[in-house]
């Protein structure tokens, strides 16, 4: 079996490669490298590419005429940068995630597995969401998720082609052997300023502890990222046997975890604690949510392997040496 993957050469795309090649799946990479890294795709079948350049998928499809599927990871992914480049991102997402369709079913692809995301629903009351949860992104970034599935659905219902949404919550760690993992230096999720802050030996804010969870801190579904290859891999497998032309479903750990538990988790994971700082909720903060796992466990076989400690333990593994595979003072 061989696969393309669309931004492999990002945290996800190269992530989900590893896994491919480790179960022994072939792989050809096509990437802009407008946020992925030339390092991670160096002993990889890449091209050095957008994924709205016809001609180039053209050539990628007739270079390699045994492509089983498409795994579609390439896309800008800050919801800030979305909120104040609305354009740049409907552009980026949408306008060239329809191109990219439009050269697959040009190429006889019939498989899809399209990178989705948490992003795009309105959680319940309880702070759980699945996959029948309203859909109400709350950015420009989770819209152009949303509508990318709703452009995948209409043309998988009139033309040869399936389409399988995955649903991200939040993915961290590495990849466990440490040949990739964030190519940012300076993330800014809850985890990656917690190492920020022990490395620096600064607090670590907590922005917002009035929210309605069990200790007022936001709460995240935290999937560690080998766990979220491992399900495109039960993915390809199970793909023909999956029901309808165009599924979502949501990837994470059918668990909730808070700020302040993420922090204690992390602080047991470090010789020098980390102190915490209450702060006000920044703007676009959200509360959060967990997802319920049903739908993934039935259709895909997949439950998560790695928790919480895992993830935390293979992010500061990765941070200790990502200068060292990722030199270089971009993606800051
Ligand atoms: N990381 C997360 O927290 C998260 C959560 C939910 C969903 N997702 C989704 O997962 C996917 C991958 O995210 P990531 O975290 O690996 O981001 P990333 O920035 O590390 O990877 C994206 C990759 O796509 C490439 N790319 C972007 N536009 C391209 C284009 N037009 N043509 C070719 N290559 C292009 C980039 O160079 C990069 O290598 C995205 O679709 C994102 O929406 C990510």
Redesign the pocket.
């Known amino acids: 079996m061989k696969v393309l993957i ?8 190269s992530t989900i490669a590893s896994a491919c090649l480790d179960a022994g799946i072939g792989v050809v990479i ?7 890294r030339r390092e991670f795709v160096a002993d990889r079948e890449f091209y050095d ?4 350049d016809g001609p180039l998928v053209d050539r990628i499809f007739a270079e390699h005429r045994d492509i089983y599927a498409v795994i579609h ?5 800050v919801v800030p940068d979305s909120v104040a480049d609305p354009a740049g991102y409907y552009r ?1 997402n949408v306008v ?1 995630s329809l191109d990219f369709v439009t050269h697959l079913l040009r190429n006889g692809c019939e498989r899809l597995i399209f ?5 795009i629903y309105r959680a319940s009351e309880d702070l759980t969401v699945d996959e029948d949860s309203p859909v109400a992104p709350s950015s420009p970034y989770g819209h152009s ?1 949303a509508m990318c599935e709703a452009i995948f659905a209409d043309i998988a219902s009139v033309h040869p082609l399936h389409v399988l949404s995955l649903r ?1 919550f ?2 961290i760690g590495a990849d466990p052997k440490m040949r990739t993992g964030l ?1 940012l230096r300076r993330p800014t ?1 809850a985890l990656g300023t917690m190492i920020r802050a022990h490395d620096e030996g600064a607090p670590f804010l907590i922005t917002g502890t009035d929210y309605p969870t069990r200790d007022g801190s936001g709460i995240r579904d935290y999937i560690h990222i080998w766990d979220l290859a491992a399900a495109h891999l039960a993915a390809l497998g199970r793909f023909d046997a999956l029901p309808g032309r165009a599924l979502a479903i949501n990837l994470g750990t059918g668990r909730g975890t808070t700020v302040r538990e993420l922090l204690d988790a992390f602080n047991r994971a470090v010789e020098h604690p980390v102190r915490a700082r209450e702060a006000a909720r920044r703007p676009g903060d959200v509360v959060g949510a967990f997802t319920r796992i049903d739908r993934a466990q039935r259709l895909l076989g997949w439950v998560p392997q790695y928790d919480l400690h895992d993830g935390i333990r293979h992010s500061l593994q990765w941070a200790a040496i990502r200068d060292e595979i990722l030199p270089g003072a971009v993606s800051e």
Not at 6 to 13: E, L
Not at 49 to 52: K, T
Not at 115 to 119: F, K, M, P, W
């Open positions: 669309a931004g492999g050469a990002g945290y996800v795309g096509v990437d802009s490298l407008v946020t992925g590419g957008d994924i709205a990871c390439a896309a800008l992914i980026a060239k990178s989705s995301t948490a992003a998720k991200y939040n993915p190519q999720h």
